[in-house]
């Protein structure tokens, strides 16, 4: 059984995060990995230095290639860019009735470079959410999507039933950006129960791409037909061990490890 996962992003140019960061996490986890760009971006680990955003019907086009022939188990979304993206990609996951969809709605990159243009938000509230199996915001993401300030646990919890209102059926808000304390602790809200994830925080600058690689790993899991809950968990150690081993590469904030996982695996 040859399983399919098609991701839906921008491509960096630098490796560590976007496209590049989904099919290599994809590879790693026996998972055939398919793309649609919907933006070139040039980019390292010191920043993005230009976004090239393509059009709508070009990102169309590419969805319609991989659906009419190659079929996909599960598909993510990352950058999008745009409202317009957006409504195109919300189409096509509608007309080829994709389930299995995990929505990383990516805003800015680390450095603070947009990604999604501020008025497209909505655009993926309305269009793309009501469309999706898993939603992984970080915490500004979450934010933005609610509108609430998040500080707290109960924070982040409020949040995270407010966007599963949106139709979205499992919300994992990430804690990588919760700089409190020894532990990195992500959140999981199915609509009735509430499961944590968490790892030891590791204290190092190479986090470039961790929240794409965690969303990929997700995706990958779940074209294999595992529950959310278990792919939640294998998505966590993935990015633990991808953290950990870091490769020290670049002259700003490197890329994560991405066959750390299985290096430890076969070890
Ligand atoms: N320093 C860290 N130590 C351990 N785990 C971390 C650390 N930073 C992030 N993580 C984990 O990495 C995953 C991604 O979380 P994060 O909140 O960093 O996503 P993100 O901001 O969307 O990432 P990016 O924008 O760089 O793609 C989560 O599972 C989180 O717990
Ligand atoms: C193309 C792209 N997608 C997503 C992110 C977020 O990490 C990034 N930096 N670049």
Same mark, same amino acid.
């Given at each position: 059984?040859?399983?399919?996962?098609?991701?839906?992003?921008?491509?960096?140019?630098?490796?560590?995060?976007?496209?590049?960061?989904?099919?290599?996490?994809?590879?790693?986890?026996?998972?055939?990995?398919?793309?649609?760009?919907?933006?070139?971006?040039?980019?390292?680990?010191?920043?993005?230095?230009?976004?090239?955003?393509?059009?709508?019907?070009?990102?169309?086009?590419?969805?319609?290639?991989?659906?009419?022939?190659?079929?996909?188990?599960?598909?993510?979304?990352?950058?999008?860019?745009?409202?317009?993206?957006?409504?195109?990609?919300?189409?096509?996951?509608?007309?080829?009735?994709?389930?299995?969809?995990?929505?990383?709605?990516?805003?800015?990159?680390?450095?603070?470079?947009?990604?999604?243009?501020?008025?497209?938000?909505?655009?993926?509230?309305?269009?793309?959410?009501?469309?999706?199996?898993?939603?992984?915001?970080?915490?500004?993401?979450?934010?933005?999507?609610?509108?609430?300030?998040?500080?707290?646990?109960?924070?982040?919890?409020?949040?995270? *039933?407010?966007?599963?209102?949106?139709?979205? *059926?499992?919300?994992?808000?990430?804690?990588?950006?919760?700089?409190?304390?020894?532990?990195?602790?992500?959140?999981?809200?199915?609509?009735?129960?509430?499961?944590?994830?968490?790892?030891?925080?590791?204290?190092?600058?190479?986090?470039?791409?961790?929240?794409?690689?965690?969303?990929?790993?997700?995706?990958?899991?779940?074209?294999?037909?595992?529950?959310?809950?278990?792919?939640?968990?294998?998505?966590?150690?993935?990015?633990?061990?991808?953290?950990?081993?870091?490769?020290?590469?670049?002259?700003?904030?490197?890329?994560?490890?991405?066959?750390?996982?299985?290096?430890?695996?076969?070890?």
């Amino acid at each position: 059984m040859v399983y399919k996962a098609l991701t839906i992003a921008g491509s960096d140019s630098g490796g560590g995060a976007g496209i590049q960061a989904d099919l290599k996490t994809f590879q790693e986890l026996g998972v055939f990995g398919m793309s649609a760009l919907t933006a070139v971006t040039a980019q390292n680990t010191l920043g993005v230095q230009g976004v090239y955003p393509l059009s709508p019907e070009a990102v169309a086009k590419q969805i319609e290639s991989v659906a009419t022939d190659l079929g996909a188990d599960a598909v993510k979304t990352g950058m999008l860019f745009s409202a317009e993206i957006i409504e195109a990609v919300a189409a096509k996951v509608k007309q080829f009735g994709w389930t299995c969809l995990v929505v990383d709605p990516v805003m800015i990159a680390k450095g603070g470079a947009p990604l999604l243009q501020e008025e497209a938000v909505n655009a993926l509230k309305t269009y793309l959410l009501p469309l999706a199996m898993v939603v992984t915001p970080n915490i500004p993401e979450a934010e933005a999507l609610t509108g609430l300030t998040i500080r707290t646990m109960e924070d982040r919890k409020e949040a995270a *039933k407010r966007l599963h209102e949106l139709g979205v *059926k499992h919300v994992v808000i990430k804690g990588g950006h919760d700089d409190d304390g020894e532990e990195t602790v992500d959140v999981l809200y199915d609509g009735s129960e509430f499961f944590y994830f968490t790892s030891k925080r590791i204290d190092t600058k190479h986090t470039h791409g961790t929240g794409c690689t965690f969303a990929a790993a997700i995706t990958a899991e779940l074209a294999k037909g595992k529950t959310v809950q278990e792919a939640v968990q294998t998505a966590k150690s993935f990015i633990q061990a991808a953290i950990e081993h870091t490769l020290g590469i670049g002259h700003g904030h490197g890329p994560t490890n991405h066959w750390a996982y299985r290096e430890k695996a076969a070890r």
